[in-house]
């Protein structure tokens, strides 16, 4: 369900880069790509000509009577970024909403908000794109909690020994977006694009049920668990978690995360994540067809490469893990900074070579694959570090993270943007790959340094009833006073 769940979101997230394709036909055939390999190949590097290779673009075909649109760049970039700044608010929260309230029911909810809102876009985008970017937004929102709130629920199901492939299945996104990528476009062939909105849409809310009959917030409050998996599952994981039955809502201890050295080191190590990712998601393509001219509709069918190697390898890693804890090899915080080379220093590394390897679309693209693939590591580090330091708040401090690491989506089009204004030769695109390597590379170090995998004090606070019966009563008639006598 947590594989699913990751699956069905990405749906959801990722269809309108295609829709909008088809409910926005541009009238121009062809686009062009400035390419220094293709001057090269025709001996115009002397003269430091850059050759323009026009490229023809692939259009949609759809049933006769659908509607489009005739919306201006800007309001489809107002279409396309509406999601990500209501998912980068809720990020924030997300977690801490999930240990008040419950993830099941946190996830439930958000999931449906965003079911309905996207069965509910096409008459959206027909009352005005306005409407479809406040809907985007609102469906957003409601995906901001998603990741944290499943991370709160590995907390109380994940045996430490079995929390890697649990991890690895919070990657079930990339396997959505693949499938989405590639059945969208017949869908909208043969049904039109209403029906990529309305399929996904149905597909979410099936889940949403099936979620609700199946999933609990914790092995004890779930009504069909056998009692020797309740029992495997709650001797496994210990004190660390509170798993009791009464409603105990715990406030975060924010003051303790937010001024804790081994938490700060995680998020600096998930910010370089997300930026390192981030570079190679949205610049790595864009060098691939503008600094060697490839062909655009080749970089489109290769694009689902690096996410399915990412999937793949984080099965392996998060195996691998498991492996390591169950023979308990090594020390937790030793495993988390030895996988730091393979989820930050071997991308960043693979990062720099990309701007090196000349004229070569394919080993361009295998370096892509390789490092987004190597990164799946990360089911071993950041992705996982929240769950040794504080389960009781494993959605708190990932939510955290994730809402700083998030800002680096913005700001990488905007490093890219800067070093490329004036060309997209290998010498504009070097200092792009180098500045994307070099925070991957320096969180990392600074996590290795600094970072650990001790659970901290802060996670066992006593839940408020405990507190309260400790605490003597207001309106208590005990006046006893205790003499001490002298024997």
């Known amino acids: 369900m947590l594989f699913f769940a ?15 394709i088809a409910m926005v036909p541009d009238d121009d ?4 790509v400035k390419s220094e390999c293709e001057a090269i190949a025709n001996n115009d590097s002397a003269t430091n000509n850059v050759t323009t290779t026009l490229i023809a673009k692939h259009h949609l075909r759809q049933p006769d009577g659908v509607v489009t649109f005739n919306w201006t760049a800007q309001q489809q970039a107002y279409v396309l970024s509406g999601y990500f700044w209501g998912y980068a608010i809720t990020s924030l929260v997300g977690g801490t909403a999930a240990e008040l309230w419950g993830p099941r029911n946190v996830v439930f909810i958000t999931m449906l908000i965003s079911a309905v809102l996207t069965t509910l876009s096409p008459q959206a985008a027909r009352l005005h794109f306005m409407v479809l970017v406040a809907a985007r937004f609102i469906i957003g929102l409601s995906a901001g909690f998603l990741f944290p709130a499943l991370h709160a629920l590995v907390a109380h199901w994940a045996p430490p020994a079995e929390k890697g492939k649990f991890v690895s299945a919070l990657l079930g996104g990339a396997i959505g977006t693949v499938v989405t990528w590639s059945l969208t476009g017949p869908v909208i062939e043969n049904f039109g694009w209403d029906f990529a909105f309305y399929i996904p849409g149905f597909i979410a809310t099936v889940w949403c049920a099936l979620w609700w009959f199946l999933v609990y917030d914790s092995p004890v409050q779930h009504p069909r668990i056998s009692d020797k998996e309740k029992q495997y599952i709650l001797e496994a994981i210990g004190d660390k978690v ?34 390192g990712l981030y570079f190679v998601m949205t610049a790595a393509p864009k060098f691939v067809s503008s600094a060697l001219g490839f062909n655009l509709t080749s970089t489109g069918t290769l694009s689902s490469l690096p996410y399915l190697a990412r999937m793949i390898f984080s099965l392996i890693f998060g195996a691998i893990g498991d492996r390591i804890v169950k023979q308990n090899v ?15 220093v071997l991308p960043g590394l693979l990062l720099i070579g990309l701007g090196y390897t000349g004229c ?21 580090t950041n992705l996982v570090n929240h769950q040794d330091l504080a389960p009781n708040f494993a959605g708190t401090l990932y939510g955290i993270a994730n809402g700083i690491g998030n ?33 991957y590379i320096a969180s990392a170090v600074y996590f290795i340094i600094f970072g650990t995998g001790v659970t901290q004090q802060w996670n066992y606070v006593a839940p408020a009833e405990e507190e309260e019966d400790k605490r003597p009563s207001a309106n208590t008639t005990d006046t006893t006073v205790t003499i001490p006598v002298k024997t």
């Open 6 to 20: 990751c699956w069905v979101n990405y749906m959801m997230r990722v269809n309108m880069s295609v829709n909008i």
């Open 29 to 32: 055939k062809t686009t062009s």
């Open 242 to 275: 509170n798993q009791s039955t009464k409603d105990t809502r715990i406030v975060p201890p924010f003051k303790s995360i937010l001024t804790s050295f081994p938490f700060l080191a995680m998020v600096v190590l998930h910010y370089g994540n997300n930026w």
């Open 330 to 344: 090594v020390s937790t915080t030793f495993m988390r900074k030895f996988f730091c080379l393979f989820s930050h």
């Open 360 to 380: 070569a679309p394919i080993l361009s693209v295998a370096l892509i694959t390789f490092s987004m693939g190597s990164n799946g590591a990360a089911t071993l």
């Open 407 to 439: 800002t680096a989506g913005f700001v990488t089009p905007l490093v890219t943007a800067h070093f490329t204004k004036n060309g997209n030769g290998f010498a504009e695109w070097r200092p792009v790959f180098f500045t994307g390597a070099s925070l």
